[in-house]
């Protein structure tokens, strides 16, 4: 059987290694899919930097989610069938031209859902239906302020939370055009907190009740500034620190309001909470199908430019979900 190409962190913090890779043997419950499409997540550069949570025993090959069409399948697999196209999920081996999953692992790509489209759903859209969902509760009519507007998960809040939940959203970002793409993609408001205060500015927005939510991914002083921002009985969802700095949590802020914190780490659901982690997979794909969403690509590289598509996350440079391509 010929090998396939795979991108290969094999030093910590060092540039990737496109190398060419003999095929895995599949278990009976396994599957083996071509990769068209790879979602490129900030927890991917962790991982090869050796900062995620999740350490990876050198070399691996990084990429958590991913859609392609099924090339094999073991002799228990019962889910999916060769030729199906497909999205899944994986720890790491996605960020390949081909890649061995468990078969509980992946879901059929609806007609009308594009391969591009499917690949960047899992995190970014299941995080935020974690978010709103399940953990915030979001209802019709409420407020929500959503942190890092403009990345990948922010875009996918504002989506869900527009569209499905209905919800008002004010969007902060750190630019001006960070925040116009914001507005672009459905944002009633937004706030450049580079050059404004975030909580004078989500005061004056609410006529002084503040949001009912915070979706909060930057941590710091933003996040201060955030939980400072909710109305009585807001809730602030934790899901990531793009800023670098973990911030710490004054319980009096949490008392004088009631005010929930709570976070969401979207992986730890695959073994904690499986049904509720495939739920968020197939109401993203039946909301995409339905037309009530749209992922938001912001890039595209192609596999041998991997290096310079994790350069392109670190400098900041992205807005929306930036995909490798193996096609």
Not at 78 to 93: H, I, K, L, N, P
Request: hydrophobic share 40%; with cysteine.
């Amino acid at each position: 059987a010929r090998g396939y190409r795979a991108a290969l962190c094999t030093q910590l913090a060092g540039p990737l290694q496109l190398r060419e890779l003999p095929p895995r043997a599949l278990q009976p419950h396994q599957v083996r899919v071509g990769v068209h499409y790879c979602g490129l997540n900030f927890a991917d550069i962790l991982a090869c930097q050796g900062l995620y949570q999740e350490k990876h025993a050198l070399p691996f090959t990084p990429g958590m989610e991913f859609s392609g069409t099924v090339l094999e399948t073991g002799e228990s697999v019962s889910t999916v069938r060769e030729g199906c196209r497909v999205v899944g999920v994986t720890g790491t081996t996605a960020m390949a031209e081909e890649c061995v999953v468990d078969q509980k692992m992946l879901w059929q790509v609806p007609e009308g859902v594009s391969s591009e489209d499917a690949a960047v759903l899992p995190v970014t859209y299941g995080t935020a239906t974690l978010v709103l969902h399940h953990r915030a509760r979001v209802q019709p009519g409420e407020t929500v302020l959503v942190t890092a507007g403009a990345g990948a998960t922010g875009l996918a809040v504002i989506d869900l939370a527009v569209n499905i939940f209905k919800a008002k959203v004010i969007a902060a970002a750190g630019s001006d055009a960070k925040c116009e793409l914001a507005l672009q993609r459905g944002a009633s408001h937004s706030v450049n907190y580079s050059r404004s205060s975030l909580r004078d500015e989500v005061k004056r927005l609410t006529d002084g009740r503040g949001a009912n939510v915070a979706v909060e991914a930057v941590g710091g002083d933003i996040f201060k500034a955030a939980l400072q921002s909710l109305a009585w009985e807001g809730r602030i969802v934790v899901m990531g620190f793009a800023g670098g700095k973990i911030p710490s949590i004054p319980a009096n802020l949490l008392l004088l309001k009631n005010v929930s914190a709570m976070g969401v780490y979207w992986s730890r659901y695959q073994e904690e909470n499986f049904p509720v982690f495939s739920s968020t997979m197939s109401s993203a794909l039946r909301y995409c199908q339905e037309g009530k969403i749209h992922p938001h690509i912001g890039a595209v590289f192609k596999l041998e430019e991997v290096n310079e598509a994790f350069n392109h996350v670190l400098q900041r440079q992205s807005t929306g979900k930036v995909v490798i391509s193996m096609q």
